[in-house]
């Protein structure tokens, strides 16, 4: 289940996405605005998969950490534990992630720096 995949999430991001201020930034209210920005999906997405190398702002802090790739887990998994996030908050509409999707984003290798560069092209509030 994706509350099973969340486990390899909860040592940072805490067991129920509240975060850890000041390295570890939360999941649980914010996720719900990524997924509104256009491109968010996408970007959320990218995350899990190739990592994330700082700065960032989330809810009023900045944050300047490493967030390691999950590249490792599977298609499905990846697609499990991102529809686990959104179970926190998501636009009305959404449509969960499919493996496929997941698959489909692996094409292109991006470093946790080049993942930095799209978020900082989202217009988040
Ligand atoms: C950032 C999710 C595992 C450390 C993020 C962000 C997301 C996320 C969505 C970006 C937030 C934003 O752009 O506003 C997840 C999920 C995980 C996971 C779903 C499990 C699959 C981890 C682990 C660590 C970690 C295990 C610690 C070793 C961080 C850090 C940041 C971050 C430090 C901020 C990076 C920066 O300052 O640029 N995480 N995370 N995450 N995550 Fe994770």
Not at 4 to 33: D, I, M, R, S
Not at 45 to 64: D, F, H, M, S, W
Not at 111 to 117: D, G, I, M, Q, T
Request: aromatic share 8%.
């Amino acid at each position: 289940t994706g509350a099973q995949v969340y486990a390899n999430c909860a040592g940072c991001h805490g067991p129920q996405g509240e975060g850890n201020p000041p390295t570890f930034p939360p999941l649980k209210g914010h996720v719900e605005k990524l997924l509104k920005a256009e491109g968010g999906r996408t970007y959320l997405l990218l995350v899990i998969l190739y990592g994330l190398q700082g700065p960032i702002r989330v809810e009023g802090k900045e944050y300047a950490g490493i967030m390691p790739g999950f590249a490792w887990l599977s298609d499905e998994e990846i697609a499990l534990v991102l529809n686990h996030l959104a179970g926190w908050g998501a636009p009305q509409g959404f449509k969960p992630y499919s493996p496929e999707e997941v698959k489909a984003a692996r094409a292109k290798t991006l470093s946790p720096e080049e993942v930095l560069k799209h978020r900082q092209g989202l217009k988040l509030p």
